[in-house]
């Protein structure tokens, strides 16, 4: 007969899932100092519900008294290829694989509920609570303790086989499990391709991410006005990042089958013309809507001064002129500045002579100082 493991690990593979592990529920006591050292140095930034409920963090059964165990899944994308133009000649934009397609939030928590309902159909009554980036749980680790795989150097979860190309759901249970084989060992070696290669220098040795240097965490989660030394590094990515899982040995298998996906690189000029009807219409179910349309806006400004293309220009001066959102002004002009040239600053002395917000005034006057310099 099959065991209740090999039950579930048969439904979750059903669902899609790749890996499924095991590990009894205990509290992550050596996480704790590093999570109170983390939060203590500022590192959520605007995530600051990453700071709430901590002891949940460390030990879900202060959720739930009853919780004993664990169930951790991994669910798979394919990172497409994108396609082999110059981004700064045709204004194309860039796009992290993972937010291709329907929100993955949607779709794996409602697989991983299957599976979930699958453990109360072979043990019934069993107690499940099922998490998929949706609250208060230590996802890594949670995997790491049912051997799903190992914290690569860019800080993701690495699998020999699968490489880092998945999402992680959780489902906590009353049912008690134990880990099946060792801890994974760490794989990474003496490489170091994604420290070296991280555009903004936000992975550091002994596997730490500084997420107020990230790309992913500047265009998705920071709401505010981009810092202006980081604009520049942002290159051509408008929503989040795959370079330190694109560099990664452990993924080379996904990049040779990798198809070419032309949505990976959208246009930019049409992602400037989209008001909040057509971004609803476009992103209202892809992961792409956190960043609202200001976001999105926001980094598509910045890319477009960072292309270095006189195309540019046009697209950015009637934003400057029209765009209602202040932030996507104030990076319009920022943008501007970096293009220069006569066409741009004429633009932006127009908008100086009808600007009402103070901080867009200041980008503009720092944009026609820096194009004139």
């Given at each position: 007969m099959r065991s209740v493991e090999e039950k579930i690990a048969d439904s979750a593979s059903e669902q899609g899932f790749i890996l499924t592990g095991f590990a009894p529920m205990r509290a992550l006591d050596e996480r704790r100092d590093f999570f109170d050292r983390w939060i203590a140095d500022g590192r959520p930034a605007e995530m600051t519900w990453l700071a709430r409920q901590p002891e949940r963090r460390v030990d879900?059964?202060?959720?739930?008294?009853?919780?004993?165990?664990?169930?951790?899944?991994?669910?798979?994308?394919?990172?497409?290829?994108p396609p082999d133009l110059d981004w700064r000649a045709e204004l194309r934009g860039r796009i992290a694989a993972y937010a291709l397609g329907p929100d993955y939030h949607d779709v794996v928590l409602r697989k991983a509920r299957m599976v979930a309902d699958g453990i109360a159909a072979v043990v019934p009554g069993a107690i499940s609570r099922v998490y998929v980036d949706t609250g208060p749980v230590f996802e890594r680790e949670w995997a790491a303790e049912a051997r799903l795989g190992w914290f690569g150097r860019n800080t993701n979860l690495l699998n020999r086989y699968h490489g880092s190309y998945f999402f992680l759901a959780e489902i906590l249970t009353d049912v008690e499990f134990?880990?099946?084989?060792?801890?994974?060992?760490?794989?990474?070696?003496?490489?170091?391709?994604?420290?070296?290669?991280?555009?903004?220098?936000?992975?550091?040795?002994?596997?730490?991410?500084?997420?107020?240097?990230?790309?992913?965490?500047?265009?998705?989660?920071?709401?505010?006005?981009?810092?202006?030394?980081?604009?520049?590094?942002?290159?051509?990515?408008?929503?989040?990042?795959?370079?330190?899982?694109?560099?990664?040995?452990?993924?080379?298998?996904?990049?040779?089958?990798?198809?070419?996906?032309?949505?990976?690189?959208?246009?930019?000029?049409?992602?400037?013309?989209?008001?909040?009807?057509?971004?609803?219409?476009?992103?209202?179910?892809?992961a792409i809507r956190r960043t609202k349309?200001?976001?999105?806006?926001?980094?598509?400004?910045?890319?477009?001064?960072?292309?270095?293309?006189?195309?540019?220009?046009?697209?950015?001066?009637?934003?400057?002129?029209?765009?209602?959102?202040?932030?996507?002004?104030?990076?319009?002009?920022?943008?501007l500045g970096e293009l220069g040239g006569e066409a741009a600053r004429r633009a932006l002395e127009a908008a100086r002579t009808r600007e009402t917000d103070q901080t867009v005034a200041a980008e503009i006057?720092?944009?026609?100082?820096?194009?004139?310099a």
């Open positions: 879900p059964r202060v959720l739930d008294p009853r919780l004993r165990s664990v169930v951790s899944l991994a669910y798979p994308y394919t990172p497409p290829r134990a880990a099946v084989g060792e801890p994974y060992r760490e794989h990474c070696g003496t490489c170091r391709r994604c420290l070296d290669l991280c555009p903004t220098g936000a992975l550091t040795d002994g596997y730490k991410l500084e997420p107020r240097l990230c790309i992913s965490y500047l265009t998705i989660e920071h709401r505010g006005p981009l810092p202006r030394e980081m604009r520049p590094h942002l290159g051509n990515w408008i929503f989040g990042c795959d370079v330190c899982q694109e560099v990664c040995p452990w993924n080379d298998d996904h990049a040779r089958a990798a198809p070419v996906n032309d949505a990976l690189m959208p246009s930019l000029a049409d992602l400037m013309a989209l008001d909040e009807d057509s971004f609803r219409r476009r992103f209202g179910r892809s349309r200001r976001g999105l806006l926001r980094n598509t400004a910045v890319v477009l001064g960072n292309s270095g293309n006189p195309d540019a220009i046009a697209i950015l001066a009637n934003t400057l002129a029209s765009e209602p959102e202040a932030l996507v002004r104030a990076h319009a002009a920022w943008a006057a720092m944009a026609l100082e820096h194009a004139a």
